[in-house]
């Protein structure tokens, strides 16, 4: 993290402990993970998922915010922590993840983490039918995460391209990035 992050970091953080909100940006990570990773603030991320992703409103209904660390089952396991995990109300598990700067292994952490959410579902022995869909979000605000378009939202599945036959639609990344946002969206 860089000088002028952790400076941004702690002017922000000063700013949320006066209730200042509206002086601050949603683009800083911290930020972010207080307005939308407060339980209290469940009609604003409710809002945010209901305009980002293709979700039925009987998700909406209840938004729990849970630990957003992934499990670890070994010593060797590696960990990721996502800004903000939440479940719906139909057990949707939704991981969010704002990447201010860039990181060239971000497909690849989005992938994983995803992987991850959907294998710490079951335990030993448990049934493949229990587990729930796994949605894996990133806004990337200084630079794009996908080199080959110029899109502003992408969604990615489990699908064979050529037949375009659905394998499932129990694992779905999407991908927001601010820099393609069109004008009148800033």
């Given at each position: 993290m860089?000088?002028?992050?952790?400076?941004?970091?702690?002017?922000?953080?000063?700013?949320?402990a006066k209730n200042?909100?509206?002086?601050?940006?949603?683009?800083?990570?911290l930020v972010f993970k207080r307005v939308f990773g407060d339980e209290r603030n469940?009609?604003?991320?409710?809002?945010?998922?209901?305009?980002?992703?293709?979700?039925?409103?009987n998700d909406l209904t209840k938004i729990e915010i849970i630990d957003p660390s992934t499990k670890i089952n070994t010593i060797d396991d590696k960990?990721?922590?996502?800004?903000?995990?939440c479940t719906t109300s139909t057990g949707k598990i939704i991981g969010i993840e704002i990447q201010v700067e860039n990181d060239k292994s971000m497909k690849k952490r989005l992938i994983f983490r995803n992987a991850k959410n959907l294998a710490d579902q079951l335990k030993r022995g448990e049934n493949y039918s229990k587990i729930k869909k796994v949605i894996t979000m990133a806004i990337s605000i200084n630079h794009t995460i996908i080199k080959e378009g110029n899109y502003y939202k992408y969604?990615?599945?489990?699908?064979?391209?050529?037949?375009?036959?659905n394998l499932s639609d129990i694992s779905q990344i999407?991908?927001?990035?601010?820099?393609?946002l069109p004008k009148e969206y800033e």
């Open positions: 860089s000088k002028d992050t952790n400076i941004q970091e702690l002017k922000s953080t000063e700013v949320l200042e909100i509206g002086q601050v940006y949603l683009r800083n990570d469940g009609n604003i991320l409710r809002n945010f998922l209901k305009a980002s992703i293709d979700l039925k409103d960990t990721g922590i996502l800004d903000i995990k969604c990615f599945k489990f699908n064979d391209s050529e037949k375009n036959i999407n991908i927001f990035e601010a820099k393609n």
